[in-house]
């Protein structure tokens, strides 16, 4: 069993910056993928970037050069950097970890971007 919770969601205008992070904890297996997700009223979860142990990292293409992920394996935390962000980066986005067929999915951090 893991546990995830996200922080870091909040009110920005339009061109600012956030940075989420999302710790885990329980049962950690050592090889494992993280990544964000994002979901707007409405709308389907989409991906919003992933990132492997080794540090692999995949990008949407509405985030790229603007998002960086990252992680802190000793931690077992990873990291979304929001850089210019839009206001439709607005959504709940969520942390999740996988390994070895197995997902888990934190509760959600909102975020608003005003324009």
């Known amino acids: 069993q893991v546990q995830l919770v996200e922080s870091g969601g909040g009110l920005v205008q339009a061109g600012g910056s956030l940075r989420l992070s999302c710790a885990a904890s329980g049962s950690i297996f050592r090889r494992n993928d993280m990544g964000w997700y994002r979901q707007a009223p409405g709308k389907q979860r989409d991906l919003v970037a992933t990132?492997?142990?080794?540090?692999?990292?995949n990008y949407a293409d509405s985030v790229k050069g603007r998002f960086t992920i990252s992680r802190d394996n000793a931690k077992n935390t990873v990291y979304l950097q929001m850089n210019s962000l839009k206001p439709e980066d607005t959504a709940v986005y969520y942390c999740r970890y996988s390994t070895y067929g197995m997902d888990y999915w934190g509760k959600g951090t909102l975020v608003t971007v005003s324009s």
């Open positions: 990132i492997t142990r080794g540090g692999s990292t």
